[in-house]
């Protein structure tokens, strides 16, 4: 019984990791998109984001190096490339390196709560 608790506990963690990562490649996306925009332009031509979706394996890279992370630690490049594809990169919400790292601490402690819990209760 403690190893399902713990092997649940493993996966949320794991799926928290996932969606920071996410979080900080949805940063440099939007960087990106903001270098492409002119002063003139407000909004993204197809070209250009056909080149920000296709520049993600790059992007992907320098958030690995940045923050030092595993590859295993991201969403697959290809599925994030073809949910892209419908949607509206005009759109993309702004994101804070302080927002994304409180929220993760949050649910760190959350997790490491949850699995002291579960270890006293098997103690008894």
């Not at 993600?56 to 949910?83: A, C, G, H, W």
Request: aromatic share 6%; with cysteine; net charge positive.
């Amino acid at each position: 019984r403690f190893n399902t608790y713990s092997r649940k506990i493993n996966i949320l963690d794991k799926r928290a990791r996932m969606v920071r990562n996410h979080a900080y490649v949805m940063m440099k996306l939007r960087e990106e998109q903001r270098k492409c925009l002119s002063i003139c332009r407000r909004k993204l031509r197809p070209q250009d984001t056909e080149k920000l979706i296709n520049s993600l394996p790059e992007l992907y890279n320098s958030v690995q190096k940045e923050q030092n992370r595993s590859t295993e630690e991201f969403i697959s490049v290809k599925s994030l490339q073809d949910k892209l594809r419908h949607h509206d990169l005009d759109k993309l919400p702004r994101l804070k390196q302080s927002s994304i790292e409180n929220s993760y601490g949050k649910m760190e402690k959350a997790l490491t709560k949850f699995s002291t819990i579960q270890v006293r209760t098997e103690e008894k």
